[in-house]
């Protein structure tokens, strides 16, 4: 959708901002370019609406070279978030929302119900904030608002200037969450700045990660990570790349240990001596539709009366996670509950237990597998809790 190619820039004072750059963003696909200050990603993402003009080589946009397709026809199918948000402060919010539709020349009763749609799309009640003020929002209010803007006309490509910089980690991160959602519903193709590897992570199907105006690797989160092309990436990306790669692995029905399970409306003693016989200390309470229902310890089994059933003595189990939730999160709610492990569920369903080894695992395997370029299932080591 987006290609680059052979592009350089050299600006009048003979800095070289983007030197001989090629790479290609697929339809709905989002790249985050990700880099230093200075090393030329504002430059880049600048040339494709044709706000700065490339020195050498060309840039397609939907199969067409733009430097033959008029600006302004080119910018109205490009959205455009830029670092500052730039709102008309003496504009409401939803003017300022369908500041593109207006002028495209649309009805004005059209521009708003359009803008209007896109605010609730970004998290902003329009009867509420609409006939707001630029000043009168929050700072991550107004970066929503500028979401809103560039997405207003349907653009097939949007451009993001480091769009989630000017607000505190905390809301940043929400906005990512947000957009991530919303990216997953609109599919737009887009090419995202920041500085911030940890963004670039998280928001980007692939990475392009820059050094002086050059892409020393562009990849998938993971391969980056785990796979560094260079020395100069290896230390963009950090010494904790492991803990990144957390939050990029995705937890797999083959990553989890079966524990022992008992039935809810099983009698209590009889899952004791089962329990007692399987050396095991507790066991995961399911129902009949093999729903999670629980945990349950071994003694209070055994001090069961004679009629107790196993669903009387549960305990109600908070951690747990979905499947194909990130590593990270299942890190992060066994050190919320404290707990030695994390239920999975599909749905409700029940499908095995994640403990700190086998999160090792997962980590190690996913490391292993995008070194050799193989899938996870693929690939089979001695983890270091086995040895
Ligand atoms: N108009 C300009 N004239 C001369 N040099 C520029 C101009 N704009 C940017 N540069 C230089 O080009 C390089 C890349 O800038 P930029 O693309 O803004 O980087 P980034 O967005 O990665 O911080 C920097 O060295 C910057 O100083
Ligand atoms: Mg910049």
Redesign the pocket.
């Given at each position: 959708m987006i290609r680059f190619d052979q592009v350089t820039?050299r600006?009048?004072?003979g800095?070289?901002?983007?030197d001989d750059l090629s790479f290609e963003v697929g339809e709905g696909e989002l790249v985050t370019?990700v880099?230093?200050?200075?090393?030329?990603?504002?430059?880049?993402?600048?040339m494709v609406n044709r706000l700065?003009e490339p020195t050498s080589g060309r840039i397609f946009v939907d199969g067409e070279d733009i430097s033959k397709v008029d600006p302004v026809k080119l910018r109205r199918r490009i959205g455009y978030v830029i670092?500052q948000v730039g709102l008309f402060p003496h504009r409401t919010i939803l003017d300022n929302t369908a500041t593109v539709p207006a002028l495209l020349g649309w009805k004005k009763s059209t521009a708003r119900a359009r803008a209007a749609e896109l605010l609730d799309l970004v998290g902003l009640d329009p009867k509420q904030y609409g006939s707001r003020y630029p000043e009168q929002l929050s700072g991550g209010q107004r970066q929503r608002v500028g979401v809103a803007r560039a997405l207003a006309a349907d653009p097939p490509v949007l451009l993001m200037?480091?769009p989630f910089g000017a607000v505190d980690p905390v809301v940043r991160e929400q906005l990512q969450d947000e957009f991530l959602r919303m990216q997953a519903a609109v599919r737009k193709t887009v090419l995202l700045?920041t500085?911030d590897i940890e963004e670039a992570v998280r928001l980007g199907d692939r990475i392009a990660v820059?050094g002086?105006?050059r892409i020393e690797q562009f990849d998938t989160p993971g391969a980056v990570l785990g796979t560094p092309a260079t020395p100069y990436v290896a230390e963009f990306v950090g010494a904790d790349r492991g803990l990144k790669r957390l939050s990029v692995t995705e937890i797999e029905p083959d990553d989890l240990d079966q524990p022992a399970v008992a039935r809810a409306g099983e009698p209590a003693r009889q899952a004791a001596a089962r329990l007692h016989d399987d050396d095991a200390r507790w066991a995961v309470v399911l129902d009949a539709d093999g729903d999670l229902h629980g945990w349950v310890g071994i003694d209070e089994l055994s001090l069961a009366g004679e009629e107790g059933l196993v669903g009387d003595l549960a305990h109600r189990m908070n951690a747990w996670v979905p499947v194909g939730a990130p590593l990270k999160q299942a890190f992060g709610v066994m050190l919320q509950h404290d707990a030695g492990w994390v239920a999975v569920l599909d749905g409700a369903r029940f499908l095995g237990v994640l403990t700190p080894a086998k999160l090792h695992e997962a980590l190690r395997r996913s490391v292993d597998a995008d070194a050799q370029g193989v899938a996870r299932d693929e690939v089979s080591f001695d983890s270091v809790a086995d040895a």
């Open positions: 820039k600006y009048a004072d800095t070289t901002a983007v370019l880099g230093p200050s200075g090393c030329g990603k504002t430059t880049t993402m600048m700065i670092q200037d480091e700045v500085h820059y002086e105006g």
